[in-house]
Antibody, heavy 124, light 110 residues
Framework: EVQLVESGGGLVQPGGSLRLSCAAS????????MNWVRQAPGKGLEWVSY????????YYADSVKGRFTISRDNAKNSLYLLMNSLRAEDTAVYYC?????????????????WGQGTLVTVSS | QTVVTQEPSFSVSPGGTVTLTCGLS?????????PSWYQQTPGQAPRTLIY???TRSSGVPDRFSGSILGNKAALTITGAQADDESDYYC??????????FGGGTKLTVL
């Protein structure tokens, strides 16, 4: 059974930092592209960041570029999101999600597995 | 900046058919954007419904179908049931690892 379990959320003051983790099991994490997606209270889903299987390719949404850092440890089947200079507008549930890219000859691009999310609240 | 558009809300009667759409602020949606659809109920993680425009994810009932209608991607629910009452999000893949979510459609079944 596939499981993605996020942790590390909590209350942090504006300007502070937080590190989220996502523990993966039930699939081959080391060959999987992973993403972070967030959802502010009462709002829609927003893509945050992308990391390829080998960490060679990383992308960020403009809203977090320069403040957030995505990383992974394939030996530990874990995905991370280091969030610095946090703002009130970063308050959200953060989901980790596997991104399925298909194959070279049969590409596909969608989120196939999702975690349950961890809540980050930025407030003084 | 690319904006993916969805109807904010929609309602359907039980047993009825509803089509939700997913467009672009400028331009047309095609299969090249690999449209995908996700269902989310309050307090729950999203659930993958449709990918690659019209392929149902494992375990998704066949009353859910995806297509391209005109210049938009579409999600059609045929024979809506009470537990289809959810938020529905489309995602378009822009390339270079970037996915853009639509604002979501709140579907009411009544």
């Amino acid at each position: 059974e596939v499981q993605l379990v996020e942790s590390g959320g909590g209350l942090v003051q504006p300007g502070g930092s937080l590190r989220l983790s996502c523990a993966a099991s039930g699939f081959t994490f080391s060959t999987s592209t992973m993403n972070w997606v967030r959802q502010a209270p009462g709002k829609g889903l927003e893509w945050v960041s992308y990391i390829s299987a080998t960490s060679s390719t990383i992308y960020y949404a403009d809203s977090v570029k320069g403040r957030f850092t995505i990383s992974r440890d394939n030996a530990k089947n874990s995905l991370y999101l280091l969030m610095n200079s946090l703002r009130a507008e970063d308050t959200a549930v953060y989901y980790c999600a596997r991104f399925w890219g298909g194959s070279y000859y049969d590409p596909d691009y969608y989120f196939d597995y999702w975690g349950q999310g961890t809540l980050v609240t930025v407030s003084s | 900046q690319t904006v993916v558009t969805q109807e904010p809300s929609f309602s359907v009667s039980p047993g009825g058919t509803v089509t939700l759409t997913c467009g672009l602020s400028s331009g047309s949606v095609s299969t090249s954007y690999y449209p995908s659809w996700y269902q989310q109920t309050p307090g729950q993680a999203p659930r993958t419904l449709i990918y690659r425009t019209n392929t149902r994810s494992s375990g998704v009932p066949d009353r859910f179908s995806g297509s391209i209608l005109g210049n938009k991607a579409a999600l059609t629910i045929t024979g809506a049931q009470a537990d289809d009452e959810s938020d529905y999000y489309c995602v378009l893949y822009m390339g270079s690892g970037i996915s853009v979510f639509g604002g979501g459609t709140k579907l009411t079944v009544l």
